[in-house]
């Protein structure tokens, strides 16, 4: 489950009530079957946490990181030896385990602490905007790691101002602003923004494909790098146009939407709300 | 919980500034007691004076004086100083319940003021092979001030706990050890001028004002150590229990006359001795002790339902 709003939406304090960590102004909640009102030391056994901003203990090991949570989590302690050298190859951090935490780069941070939410095998992972500050691989690995808990039964919270990447992560998407859900949607049946879109088009010879866009006379925008870019309703049209292209001797390279399906969206819904 | 303490101790233990200020802290106290016993030895050439008893007082009071100034330095930020980093709510989101958190960072605090305690038992040793001090009296000396010590490192964390900048909250936990030493002593001093004084040769009395100074933790130290039977006079410690007692119950020292030949007191019947003022000010320190660490466990309870303004659980 994807949960996507601006800075401030309230993504943070929902993954907070969830955690058990902070009680709601008003209202309940229910995770596992627990109330984080008044089980949360249940609440706790259950959930997978991993803050947006989180710190870690510089001058431990990794592994001695990890294994201090497994005995937090009171795992017993050959279960939190064999749990924590899983987690560091799941991570792909098993090379460094024996180096001190301070030594490791942001996205290895990042990785460390997704391990670190994993150590007690929860039943439900809350990930407060898990992949910031990640460069594209990273990202990547991330998404991987988490589609892969899932697909192991875990049922995984994400939260992310990234559109593209939940779209690619989550089953469902819920929209968030200003402290309420406005938008819950399975990731085929988002709403596209009325129909148009926007696609951008390349080619080898991007003379060529102006001069042919022109020639079967569709509208077209050039962009400063020679590519163009057209407004179409669906994609039959977007079939349409190619076949065309090709017939006037131009096959395009690249056929991508502008802004992927979740950020026209968001941006409908935040014009909504304003 | 015990990986925690581990884990703290662990830490403390791989940063460099924790063995600066063991090392510093033992050269202060050496340095100092050198000091000391050259001027004892200087003055009384002829060595009447019980010198081990005097270098051994000054060390323990030597050793109070400076863990006023390192205690808090080591707790005072011990649970706002990982709330800034970032990691104490990750600790709160474990199965780990408030009280747990905080008694774990209470024991990784104790057994490192135990270590400076450890580090000045060198020191001890020489005074108590210079004669006067029994092993007994050493090791209850010692256990008073690791008991005063845990009250100071109590305050400190639940200075850390209450207040969100670590600035003010070593400020907050200076202050609670101003508090009991000087604080108390000033308190006293006020209380002292409301005493109705009789000329007719009776004891004032003073009432329970000995309370107000009771939880300071010099008078803690002094009143607990035990009492060497030869030669109370030079010792420091010996002299300051007097005075407290004294405070308390005027009565068991007054003396009615002198002996002319001698100039010694003579008491009209053999007193009682008064009785000690530490446990109760033991009793109280505790309290405060208590006290810092419930509102220390309270700080940390989850879900958290009020936050202060502008503070966030992660």
């Known amino acids: ?274 | 919980m015990t990986a925690l303490i581990m884990s703290e101790l662990r830490q403390r233990m791989r940063g460099k500034r924790w063995w600066i200020l063991l090392g510093i802290w033992f050269a202060v106290l050496l340095g100092l007691i050198v000091l000391i016993r050259q001027a004892l030895v200087s003055t009384s050439p002829d060595h009447d004076l019980e010198v081990g008893v005097v270098m051994f007082a000054s060390l323990a009071l030597l050793v109070l004086a400076l863990a006023c100034l390192v205690v808090p330095a080591l707790t005072a930020t011990s649970i706002n100083g990982e709330r800034d980093r970032g990691t104490l709510a990750i600790l709160q989101a474990t199965a780990l319940r408030p009280w747990e958190i905080v008694a774990a960072k209470f024991i990784a605090a104790l057994v490192t003021t135990a270590a400076f305690l450890a580090a000045t038992i060198p020191i001890a040793l020489w005074a108590i092979a210079e004669g006067g001090v029994s092993l007994g009296k050493a090791a209850a000396v010692y256990l008073t001030l690791f008991g005063v010590s845990a009250v100071l490192l109590a305050g400190a964390m639940g200075a850390s706990a209450i207040v969100r900048r670590p600035a003010l909250s070593a400020v907050l936990a200076y202050g609670f050890v101003f508090f009991l030493t000087i604080g108390t002593l000033i308190l006293y001093g006020i209380t002292m001028t409301t005493v109705d004084y009789d000329f007719d040769g009776s004891p004032p009395d003073y009432g329970v004002r000995w309370l107000v100074l009771a939880p300071n933790p010099f008078v803690v130290l002094a009143d607990a150590a035990p009492a060497s039977p030869d030669d109370q006079d030079d010792d420091p410690l010996a002299g300051m229990r007097y005075s407290i007692r004294q405070a308390r119950d005027p009565q068991s020292y007054q003396i009615q006359s002198f002996d002319p030949q001698t100039g010694e007191p003579i008491f009209e019947e053999e007193p009682e001795p008064p009785p000690p003022v530490w446990p109760y000010g033991l009793a109280i320190e505790a309290g405060f002790a208590a006290f810092a660490f419930y509102v220390a466990t309270q700080r940390l309870g989850v879900p958290a339902k009020k936050l202060p303004r502008g503070e966030r659980i992660a």
């Open chain 1, 1 to 274: 489950m994807g949960l996507v709003g601006p800075n401030g939406a309230g993504k943070t304090t929902l993954l907070l009530v969830l955690a058990g960590l902070l009680a709601p102004d008003r209202g309940g909640a229910a995770v596992g079957g627990c109330d984080p009102l008044t089980q949360p030391q249940e609440v706790h056994r259950i959930v997978g946490w991993m803050p947006d901003f989180f710190g870690v203990y510089d001058d431990l090991t990794l592994r001695e990181y990890l294994e201090l949570f497994g005995a937090m989590f009171h795992l017993r302690r050959d279960e939190t030896k064999t749990r924590t050298a899983e987690l560091l190859e799941l991570v792909g951090l098993a090379r460094k385990a024996d180096l001190k935490v301070h030594t490791l780069s942001r996205g290895q941070k990042q990785r460390l602490g997704f391990a670190r939410a994993l150590v007690h095998r929860p039943k439900v992972l809350l990930l407060d905007e898990p992949a910031s500050g990640l460069d594209p691989r990273a990202r990547i690995d991330l998404r991987d790691l988490v589609r892969r808990q899932a697909d192991e039964g875990a049922c995984v919270m994400v939260s992310s101002h990234i559109l593209q990447e939940l779209e690619e992560m989550a089953d469902v998407i819920v929209f968030v602003e200003a402290g309420r859900c406005t938008g819950i949607y399975q990731i085929g049946e988002l709403p596209t923004g009325g129909g148009a879109r926007r696609w951008r088009l390349r080619a080898l010879d991007l003379g060529a494909l102006q001069q042919a866009a022109y020639a079967v006379g569709t509208t077209f925008e050039v962009m400063s790098d020679g590519s163009i870019v057209v407004e179409l309703n669906d994609e039959r049209a977007v079939a349409d146009l190619v076949t065309r292209l090709v017939a006037e001797g131009v096959a395009p390279t690249a056929i991508v939407p502008e802004g992927a399906g979740l950020e026209g969206a968001f941006l409908q819904l935040g014009a909504a709300e304003r």
